[in-house]
């Protein structure tokens, strides 16, 4: 059964030091260790320590391999959106990731899918980046659940929408800079508990603000099965019944009515979640995701699904025919 992973992040193994070269902030630069791997250096501190399966393309296909999943849908890691950064730099860096990325898809075709990233702080030289992302070969783009803490409801980025919906561009939401992160870094909450959050927050920005009313063939999946947004729905929805002049103000459809009509992946980490997740969704709608090569992921590719209990039909779904969907794309180009 062809498998396609679609949540997985990726970085070149060596970049610019941007910080230097630009002169100001705190951009992610690799530092390599003796044993092989890199520390992501943020400014001068260090942010995260990642192995070769993070830039190493022959190493993750041979992981994939190793759970019978053949393709990988990569982008960047959010760390790296810069959406904080000057334009002309965040474009820079943007072009930067997204070259990288398209070379490794023209390699190796049938085993890498590649999401852009581009320059959300400034809609215009977004909607250019995401342009030329499409011409070298990306078939989406993913962004942040917030952009410099505004959410994505916000008038500002509409046009941006408008042009992925016109060029048959996908979206991938992922959480980044998580709300209350200065006040809960203890026990790793902005990842247990900002994230989810983050990600409702992404949803109920696009539906509430009209965003996927007004543009239907918007091809948009959510991170992390949604976050806490399928979960919470009932609250949701009891709220924009209970307080319409609070909720229901640019938007009068029931948030209900949007379920199913977007994506979600499957990065559940429990079966029972993430049936009750395609019971809401539908199986076309629940996409396999892993956030390789991160240790909150999944890092048996969907293996709790393979030993489930669900049908052959739905598992098919999820392994591949779901992502065929969201991205508009052939299996046969993969077989
Ligand atoms: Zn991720």
């Not at 759970?67 to 959010?78: A, D, H, M, Y």
């Not at 500002?156 to 939401?173: G, H, S, V």
């Not at 994506?263 to 539908?282: F, R």
Request: aromatic share 12%.
């Amino acid at each position: 059964m062809l498998k396609i992973d679609m949540h997985s992040h990726i970085l070149p193994k060596t970049m610019p030091n941007w910080t230097k070269k630009f002169g100001y902030g705190n951009f992610i630069h690799l530092e390599a260790n003796q044993d092989g791997s890199a520390n992501m250096m943020q400014g001068g501190q260090f942010f995260r320590r990642i192995a070769e399966n993070c830039w190493d393309e022959k190493i993750r296909i041979q992981e994939y391999q190793q759970f019978e999943t053949q393709v990988q849908v990569v982008c960047t890691i959010p760390v790296m959106f810069s959406y904080w950064a000057q334009t002309k730099d965040a474009v820079e860096l943007s072009r930067f990731l997204n070259d990288h990325i398209a070379e490794l898809v023209s390699r190796f075709p049938k085993n890498y899918i590649g999401l852009a990233t581009v320059p959300m702080q400034d809609t215009e030289a977004a909607i250019l980046e995401l342009e030329r992302a499409k011409a070298i070969g990306h078939v989406g783009i993913q962004i942040g659940s917030n952009i410099n803490d505004e959410n994505l409801s916000e008038d500002k980025f509409y046009p941006f929408f408008e042009a992925c919906a016109k060029l048959d561009m996908a979206i991938m939401i992922h959480p980044w800079q998580m709300m209350g992160f200065e006040s809960m870094k203890k026990y790793w909450l902005p990842w247990l508990v900002g994230m989810p959050a983050e990600t409702s927050r992404a949803a109920c920005s696009l539906i509430f603000g009209g965003v996927l009313e007004r543009l239907p063939n918007l091809r948009v999946c959510f991170s992390h099965a949604g976050g806490s947004f399928l979960p919470t729905l009932g609250r949701i929805e009891h709220g924009f019944n209970k307080r319409p002049d609070l909720v229901a103000i640019d938007n009068q459809n029931n948030p209900r009515n949007y379920v199913g009509k977007f994506w979600v992946d499957c990065i559940t980490h429990d079966i029972e979640a993430l049936k009750y997740i395609i019971n809401m969704q539908g199986s076309r709608k629940v996409c396999l995701g892993s956030d390789y090569p991160f240790p909150l992921g999944d890092l048996e590719i969907g293996k709790f699904i393979e030993e489930s209990d669900l049908s052959i039909e739905i598992k098919e779904d999820i392994f591949c025919n779901a992502t065929l969907e969201w991205l508009a794309l052939e299996k046969t180009t993969f077989q």
